[in-house]
């Protein structure tokens, strides 16, 4: 990206206002404002590449705000967020004012910050197919079509699939080819694997490599609402069509018409909501409650569950036909038990995660802790983790290596023999047998190659982050200098 993205958030609601710009002001140069007045003088005066708009604000709605905008002001990229609108209004609005995102109240901030990013690279997409002359002419559909395209293939090798860390001999990145795979052809995905994962993660990088980037990435967590307020959220409603619905309110697959949309913990949905979500898959069409006519909608579909679906369509709690319209495309994601090779790289990310935001700079993790880190199994997978590592940076008196006494006490008794993968057996298990081989050999090119990191990391297969990985995990860092001599 050519620079930092300058948003432009409007919104009446003071409250409102400034949790948003609270959220983006770490990844973007906010501009916020509380009417369409105040945001015409920033837009006179300013470059802004995203425009943020409220959809209620007295005396002109959203929509019609940014109608104006796309007439003087062409190049930002427009959005809409909202809790409360007819769906007359921005079916509408989409096309006549141009938005690129519809985003529902209450939203989500990290898919808040992933919206507003997504934009950006719009805009900066847009600036290069037009050149120097980008800002006063639009580029043409074809070329901006093919300038976008080409970023989406690259980033889906190189950019959303990236932030699911792991090494190259980890069983998650079989998982990750498959999802690469997924992106080239337009059907249902079925995402299983543990809470903590990264199921969401996988969805939203498999529907940015594919070809309805563009369009928006809808999400929804099907266990945390009762059937009937499901029903709503999804298809829509009609104004009276139940006890507190008070207007129309479109529903997430018309928000996600030609996009897609993520239906997390998918298992444990009803048997009655399951025959409704069943016929959209098959019709391709959704009926609002209360609604007399059907709509036609073009979304992908892609769900993910921690419970193991085929056992519950054998027990009879899931329908099978729904089931085979689901899984046309099944992807198992690992636990962290499953992948502890994993655990220093991602340890880093979620490290340098924490000290953006808590304004730290801690460098990294103490040997013996780190040690203590991959001997625990993680239950709560990668979450749990960026829990534990959060919770160690606020412990910390000073921005020196993280220690293995700022861990909890369960992770501790896990490395001591306490629980964990090594607890449970006198004798030692084939992972840690594995383990030990794996420090030898490492330990042993090392001293071969006089720590040359470039030709061990060649020799073994390596990347060079992860064999500097696999050398603090092993704590093999007191035989070699921290400048490796490359």
């Not at 919104?11 to 990844?27: F, N, P, Q, T």
């Not at 069409?285 to 085929?310: C, F, H, S, W, Y």
């Not at 040997?367 to 203590?372: I, Q």
């Not at 993680?378 to 979450?383: A, H």
């Amino acid at each position: 990206m050519p620079g930092n993205a300058t948003v432009l958030v409007i919104d009446d609601e003071i409250r409102s206002l400034e949790a948003i710009r609270r959220v983006l002001a770490e990844d973007f140069e906010v501009i916020s404002v509380r009417g369409a007045q105040e945001a015409e003088e920033v837009l006179a005066g300013e470059m802004v590449q995203v425009i943020l708009c409220d959809q209620r604000m007295p005396g002109e709605n959203g929509v019609d705000f940014l109608k104006r905008v796309r007439e003087q002001w062409p190049d930002p990229i427009r959005m809409i967020i909202s809790g409360y609108t007819d769906s007359e209004d921005i079916i509408a609005g989409v096309n006549e004012a141009g938005i690129y995102h519809y985003i529902t109240k209450p939203w989500h901030p990290e898919r808040l910050v992933e919206a507003v990013r997504e934009a950006s690279r719009l805009y900066w997409a847009q600036r290069e197919a037009g050149g120097a002359t980008a800002v006063e002419a639009k580029p043409s559909p074809t070329r901006l079509s093919s300038v976008v395209g080409d970023r989406r293939r690259a980033a889906r090798l190189t950019g959303d699939f990236e932030r699911i860390v792991h090494e190259p001999s980890s069983p998650v990145a079989s998982s990750i080819g498959l999802a690469k795979r997924a992106t080239d052809y337009d059907i249902s995905v079925l995402i299983t694997g543990a809470s903590g994962t990264g199921k969401e993660l996988l969805a939203r990088a498999i529907h940015n490599g594919s070809g309805r980037a563009e369009q928006p990435f809808v999400v929804e967590n099907c266990g945390a609402l009762p059937d009937d307020l499901l029903e709503s959220e999804l298809f829509g409603c009609k104004k009276g069509a139940f006890t507190g619905a008070y207007q129309d309110r479109i529903g997430l697959f018309e928000v996600a018409d030609g996009g897609t949309i993520f239906l997390d913990e998918i298992g444990e949905t009803s048997p009655a909501f399951q025959v409704k979500l069943l016929r959209v898959l098959q019709e391709g069409e959704i009926r609002p409650l209360g609604a007399q006519r059907p709509r036609k909608v073009d979304v992908r579909v892609i769900a993910a569950t921690n419970r193991n679906l085929m056992g519950e369509v054998e027990a009879g709690r899931f329908r099978r036909d729904l089931f085979y319209r689901l899984a046309a495309f099944p992807i198992h994601l690992p636990s962290l038990a499953e992948r502890p090779m994993d655990v220093p790289a991602i340890a880093a990310r979620i490290l340098g995660d924490v000290n953006r935001a808590f304004h730290r700079d801690v460098p990294g993790f103490a040997p013996s802790a780190l040690s203590a880190m991959c001997r625990y199994e993680w239950p709560g997978n990668v979450r749990e983790l960026a829990n534990e590592i959060q919770r160690m940076v606020a412990l910390s008196d000073h921005d020196g290596a993280l220690g293995p006494e700022l861990l909890s006490s369960r992770i501790l008794d896990a490395g001591r023999g306490g629980g964990g993968r090594n607890g449970s057996s006198a004798r030692p298990q084939l992972k840690e047998r594995v383990e030990t081989l794996e420090r030898e050999v490492i330990g042993e090119a090392l001293d071969r190659l006089s720590g040359n990191i470039s030709r061990v990391a060649a020799e073994l297969g390596l990347s060079r982050v992860g064999l500097r990985a696999k050398i603090q995990r092993y704590d093999l860092r007191r035989d070699f200098d921290d400048d490796e001599r490359d």
